[in-house]
């Protein structure tokens, strides 16, 4: 078990996110903040290989404000088609 003291302004942050976020105790925020930290080097691994799988896909494409504009439509229509 690992004890951590921390100043009185850190830790009402620490409990206050912990609330937001639903978690009965900080020290179960903490953890969670800790599974994260270590999932993330496979995760940025992941997204730096989706990245270069995108820019070896194709012609390059010019993003304007009228193609993010059109993307942006086209994921409403997606994830809201009733809309």
Do not use: C
């Not at 206050?16 to 953890?31: K, L, P």
């Amino acid at each position: 078990m690992l004890n951590i003291a921390l100043p009185d302004q850190i830790l009402a942050f620490v409990e206050e996110q912990a609330t937001a976020a639903g978690f009965n105790t900080a020290s179960e925020y903490i953890y969670r903040l800790i599974l994260r930290e270590q999932e993330r080097p496979s995760q940025q691994n992941r997204i730096e290989s989706l990245l270069l799988s995108g820019l070896e896909s194709g012609e390059p494409v010019e993003a304007t404000d009228d193609w993010w504009a059109q993307k942006r439509t086209q994921l409403e229509r997606t994830h809201h088609p009733d809309a």
